[in-house]
């Protein structure tokens, strides 16, 4: 549609608009090189390859490590809070304790 317009302004002679859309439009296009590395670190330009490295990368994050064990906490306003559980030794104290401990502050 727009060299449609570009093609209508060149027939009507208006050469200023004409001009003025054709430098907006190669100001618009900006040519690009899609250059990413590969996990052995060679670079890779196709597209399908681009994305298929994509899909590996996301794959990894999301699979690729084991599940980490997760101690949910329970706040008194009733929102539940997600945390690792680490390789700490000390007990992780309950909801009751907590509020004992901020009512004596």
């Known amino acids: 549609m727009e060299l449609e317009n570009i093609e209508l ?3 009507q002679h208006n050469s200023r608009k004409f001009y003025k859309e054709i430098n907006m439009d190669r100001k618009r296009f900006k040519p690009g090189v899609h250059i990413r590395r590969n996990e052995d ?3 890779i330009s196709n597209e399908q390859e681009i ?3 994509w899909v590996r990368h996301f794959d990894k994050l999301i699979n690729g490590r084991k ?3 997760c101690v949910t906490f329970t706040t008194t306003s009733g ?3 997600l945390k690792e559980k ?3 030794t000390t007990d992780v ?3 009751d304790e907590i509020e004992t ?3 004596k502050l």
């Open 9 to 11: 302004m060149r027939k």
């Open 41 to 43: 670190g060679s670079l």
């Open 51 to 53: 994305l298929n490295r």
């Open 67 to 69: 599940d980490k064990e």
């Open 79 to 81: 929102n539940q809070i």
């Open 86 to 88: 680490t390789q700490d």
């Open 93 to 95: 104290p309950t909801t």
């Open 101 to 103: 401990a901020l009512k």
